[in-house]
């Protein structure tokens, strides 16, 4: 979207020098925005284990560092790039193996900083803090995925790109190519990104014949520089994607994520159900998708550009993961941006009118009292939840007997909720009225928000009912690694020297949490004959004692669960909204150590 590109230059873009000198209580706002962003995308982000999706990324990286042959392809160059690095200078753990998607998602905050002068200034710095806050962007930004770097780098470069046509200075088209490059070096994400924006500039090109020439015209000024961004572009793709020509195989693994991805669009890999993205898109992020739509509607309303900009592609994104079958959870990133910045522009214009003088304890009170209706709301709606433990139990009978009084008290405080502005605007102004209204379900909204995303991303990551992962790993295989290194000191003398056999893909999750042993073999199938002195084994818990072709004894440990949405009955599903419960399926691994070895450690 290059239309309109030489018109403003947003004041806040600076360079470092005159930044020092015009720091400002703005940038104070921003800061704290990056601040949070980071605290919530780094806080105990190695905590839990890798799983088989984050697991091949960073074996690939891992096994390149100890010159260890491997087939484990990265979907992301980008990705592998940058968590190189981070192995250099941290070791290869968890928390390294997420880093780089972590910064990337803590720095996308600061984009809205590149469209001020379209956004609006208050606009962007709500959209920042809404970017902060995502229940779905910290999810994402959590994961050893290079879905966030491409993000980054489309907006970065479009950003970098509309500072080049408004100042003419090289260094911002350099910078807007390199940006360019890493999301091209990202992999499969960028060509949901690009094919999401090229089709939103035809969509605004063929409704209006203005912004065809406004961007004929940006795209003529670029073209002619072509040279440079070319340069810069192609240096930063291949640094990137070959790892300083470390890594001659990223660029089969750019094909590869290309091809992964054609695949998904063929049918040929089949990935998250739609109705499980869009319950996602509403339960975890209710403000931005509640005041996200009154942004739609006041884009058109009012004919706001730069927003009708946004309400495109975010519809569009929203109809291509539905019509693409391997999509999974990060394609939502594409949905959720542009719907913050749509959300940010409606609340702000909401809030435009603020209330003077006596207005203020009145608007002060309408929002206590609406506060305490919706609350009520919530805790009727929780104790309907709490009431219907399965779908046999909510009969009719129930319901007119008591079961359904919650649910009936959810719905009237609502609608006093509703009558209460209603009144308060006969009473004073209905502009008054709008303020304490819109300020209510910007609280409910965010504390809803606040709350499912710190569900999903702290309290319960490892457990598939957060629908982030499908088959999260979980937390025990941290335990089972600790007393194997316990197994392994006591009988070698080393925590990692023993020698194992592990029944797994050799770049899985239980390969990534094994990746320092390096006398590990992984295997399809056991095999007796082979495994009769093996002093480990590690197998799923379907496979019994006997086959192993000696006597071990063994300690299970949860490994993986999964959980279908899409399965529960409807009292259950009101279980899940409520309080996230779940019944999964849970896969387990035994530890098996051979008694000659569990007696010596024993003995000790």
């Known amino acids: 979207?290059?239309?309109?590109?030489?018109?403003?230059?947003?004041?806040?873009?600076?360079?470092?020098?005159?930044?020092?000198?015009?720091?400002?209580?703005?940038?104070?706002?921003?800061?704290?925005?990056?601040?949070?962003?980071?605290?919530?995308?780094?806080?105990?982000?190695?905590?839990?284990?890798?799983?088989?999706?984050?697991?091949?990324?960073?074996?690939?990286?891992?096994?390149?560092?100890?010159?260890?042959?491997?087939?484990?392809?990265p979907n992301s160059p980008a990705y592998f790039f940058f968590t190189l690095l981070s192995f250099l200078v941290f070791d290869a753990t968890d928390f390294a193996a997420r880093l780089a998607p972590a910064l990337a998602g803590s720095l996308l905050v600061l984009t809205p900083l590149f469209y001020r002068d379209w956004l609006g200034r208050w606009e962007a710095l709500l959209t920042a803090a809404l970017l902060a806050l995502s229940a779905g962007l910290t999810a994402a930004s959590r994961s050893a995925d290079g879905t966030l770097l491409a993000a980054l780098g489309l907006l970065a470069g479009l950003g970098w790109l509309r500072r080049?046509?408004?100042?003419?200075?090289?260094?911002?088209?350099?910078?807007g190519a390199v940006a360019v490059g890493m999301a091209f070096a990202s992999g499969a994400a960028v060509i949901t990104g690009g094919i999401l924006g090229a089709l939103t500039l035809f969509v605004i090109t063929w409704i209006n014949g203005e912004e065809k020439e406004r961007f004929a015209e940006a795209w003529g000024r670029l073209n002619a520089q072509r040279s440079i961004f070319l340069v810069a572009f192609g240096l930063t793709v291949g640094v990137m994607v070959t790892a300083f020509a470390l890594y001659p195989s990223g660029l089969g693994a750019l094909t590869g994520s290309w091809l992964a991805w054609a695949n998904g669009l063929s049918g040929a890999n089949v990935g998250r159900p739609p109705t499980t993205l869009l319950t996602f898109l509403v339960v975890y992020e209710p403000l931005i998708v509640g005041f996200g739509l009154v942004g739609v509607v006041r884009a058109f309303r009012q004919g706001e550009r730069f927003a009708?900009?946004?309400?495109?592609?975010?519809?569009?994104?929203?109809?291509?993961?539905?019509?693409?079958?391997?999509?999974?959870?990060?394609?939502?990133?594409?949905?959720?941006?542009?719907?913050?910045a749509l959300a940010a522009s409606a609340i702000v214009g909401l809030w435009r009118d603020l209330p003077v003088g006596e207005e203020r304890g009145v608007v002060v009170a309408q929002i206590g009292v609406m506060s305490v209706l919706l609350g009520f709301a919530l805790l009727n709606f929780a104790s309907f939840a709490e009431q219907t433990k399965?779908?046999?139990?909510?009969?009719?009978?129930?319901?007119?007997?008591?079961?359904?009084?919650?649910?009936?008290?959810?719905?009237?405080?609502?609608v006093l909720a509703l009558v209460v502005a209603g009144l308060f605007g006969l009473g004073w102004t209905m502009r008054m009225a709008r303020f304490g209204l819109t300020t209510s379900f910007v609280l409910l909204g965010l504390g809803l928000s606040i709350s499912a995303g710190w569900g999903l991303n702290q309290l319960r990551p490892t457990l598939p009912v957060e629908l982030w992962w499908s088959r999260p790993v979980a937390d025990d295989v941290n335990q089972m690694l600790h007393t194997l290194h316990n197994v392994s000191n006591y009988t070698v003398g080393n925590e990692t020297d023993i020698e194992l056999i592990a029944q797994a893909p050799p770049n899985g999750a239980l390969a990534w949490a094994l990746r320092d042993f390096v006398h590990a073999q992984f295997v399809t199938e056991l095999d007796p004959q082979l495994q009769v002195k093996t002093p480990i084994v590690i197998a799923p818990e379907e496979e019994q004692n006997p086959t192993l072709g000696s006597t071990y004894v063994g300690q299970s440990f949860s490994a993986h669960s999964a959980w279908a949405l899409e399965e529960l009955n409807w009292g259950q599903w009101m279980q899940w909204l409520a309080f996230r419960r779940g019944d999964p399926h849970t896969q387990k691994l035994v530890l098996w150590v051979r008694q000659d070895v569990q007696q010596l450690q024993s003995s000790r």
């Open 390 to 414: 399965s779908m046999a139990e909510v009969t009719t009978e129930r319901l007119t007997q008591g079961l359904g009084l919650p649910l009936g008290m959810t719905v009237v405080s609502v």
């Open 308 to 340: 009708q900009w946004l309400a495109w592609f975010a519809l569009i994104g929203l109809v291509f993961t539905a019509v693409y079958n391997g999509r999974t959870l990060f394609d939502l990133t594409w949905v959720i941006i542009p719907l913050t």
């Open 1 to 73: 979207m290059l239309s309109g590109f030489s018109t403003h230059r947003s004041s806040l873009i600076l360079y470092p020098s005159s930044l020092m000198k015009r720091f400002t209580l703005e940038h104070f706002l921003y800061a704290v925005c990056l601040a949070l962003a980071l605290f919530l995308r780094l806080y105990l982000l190695g905590a839990h284990p890798l799983n088989d999706a984050e697991a091949g990324n960073a074996l690939a990286v891992y096994r390149l560092l100890h010159g260890i042959a491997s087939d484990a392809l």
């Open 164 to 175: 080049y046509l408004a100042s003419g200075a090289w260094p911002d088209l350099v910078g």
